[in-house]
């Protein structure tokens, strides 16, 4: 298998993730499609491919009311397809992370989502989180010895991380749980060749394709200039694509709003979730401005922007679940996944409905 079945599969996935990404040009959505929450900008680790050692802004921890405020908000809006309760820390730190799943859930969000390690996933969280309702997680793991996974997830245990997301899987089963799905992250560019063989080898028998999961091969990128070695080569103005500004929104853990998670450090504010609305927010002249520089092809002047390398490659991350064998594991009954993918279809159908009509009549308005 190796990096170069990887590579093959991420250069693969080129064209589609530029169609994608075209696809943000056109007018925003009356709200964002996908909401990152950010709980924390506090992390244990020190990976060699993230910034957090360059990163001056204050770390915390989103408060509970403040979290409540924002997620109510979502619900109000169909628009909302995912709500990311992560940002540039790891959330596992935020002793609240089961409840605000809980509450999300409770408020009709379609889709819950985490990144993390898993280096601090205990028994009783995974309980926990599986319980409140989470539907997907996904693991950031590169390398499959101690000595390649400890070298790049500095300050964390290669036998811990690996302990613990066994026991996730092993909890999720004995639950008979649907959710959460998981992906398992890898990059090829920061391990020895066989190090991809073995990756997929001791993950895959855990992996189940009833319940959604999947391998996702990621490349690097810079971190919008955090990680400069890193730093893909520029494309031309005319070729820089970012659905980003459109789409998405980021609330940092203190409220503020920031464009994307390329900005782990907060430099481009564009509100401020604790004195205006996500909606105010998403329609006010900074954003208004941002999207206007990308539909023009002057996003190299927007500092931020300019120093980011994901509009330049197509390459980023590709889903591989087929590529990689993943199979049905016969836990989750065919009635219930029926009965799950039945409910997922009409929850699509008349939240796409609501969004055609209320963007049309915003776009009236």
């Known amino acids: 298998m190796g990096n170069e079945k ?18 943000g040009f056109a007018a925003p959505l009356r709200f964002p499609r996908v909401v990152h929450i950010e709980n924390t900008n506090a992390c244990p ?26 997620i109510r908000e979502c619900a109000r809006y169909p628009e909302v397809n995912e709500v990311h309760l992560h940002g540039f820390g790891e959330p596992l730190l935020d002793r609240d992370l089961p409840a605000k799943v809980r509450l999300a859930k409770r408020l009709k969000i379609p889709y819950t989502y985490i990144v993390t390690t898993g280096f601090l996933l205990n028994e009783n969280l995974a309980r926990d989180l599986i319980l409140a309702g989470l539907d997907g997680i996904k693991f950031s793991f590169y390398g499959m010895t101690p000595q390649t996974y ?30 959460p799905s998981v992906r398992m992250q890898f990059t090829p560019d920061l391990a020895p060749r066989e190090e991809a063989e073995m990756f997929v080898a001791h993950w895959r028998p855990y992996l189940d394709a009833d ?10 990128h810079s971190w919008a200039g955090g990680k400069p070695e890193y730093r893909a080569t520029q ?13 998405d929104i980021q609330v940092l853990w203190d409220g503020r709003v920031v464009p994307c998670c390329f900005d782990y450090d907060g430099e481009l504010v564009l509100g401020d979730a604790t004195r205006n609305t996500l ?58 996944r029926w009965l799950r993918a039945t409910l997922q279809r009409i929850t699509r159908a008349r939240r796409l409905a609501l969004v055609l009509l209320n963007n049309r009549l915003y776009a009236r308005a």
């Open 279 to 336: 909606y105010e927010i998403w329609h006010s002249p900074p954003y208004e401005a941002l999207r206007r520089a990308w539909r023009e092809g002057r996003s190299y002047e927007v500092p931020l922007c300019a120093r980011c390398d994901a509009p330049d490659r197509a390459d980023i991350a590709l889903r591989t679940a087929g590529a990689y064998g993943v199979e049905s594991r016969g836990i989750v009954s065919p009635a219930r």
């Open 235 to 247: 494309a031309p103005p005319n070729q820089r694509y970012c659905p980003l500004p459109f789409k």
């Open 150 to 179: 400890e070298r790049v997830h500095r300050n964390l245990q290669f036998a811990r991380t690996v302990q613990n997301i066994e026991r996730f899987f092993e909890i999720r089963d004995q639950l008979r749980a649907a959710n």
């Open 45 to 70: 680790a020190r990976c060699i491919m993230c910034p957090m050692d360059t990163m001056r802004r204050k770390t915390g921890i989103m408060a509970f009311d403040l979290f409540e405020r924002l």
């Open 211 to 220: 319940r959604g999961d999947d391998f996702y091969v990621t490349g690097l």
């Open 6 to 23: 990887f590579s093959h599969a991420i250069k693969g996935g080129a064209q589609w993730v530029r169609a994608h990404y075209k696809a």
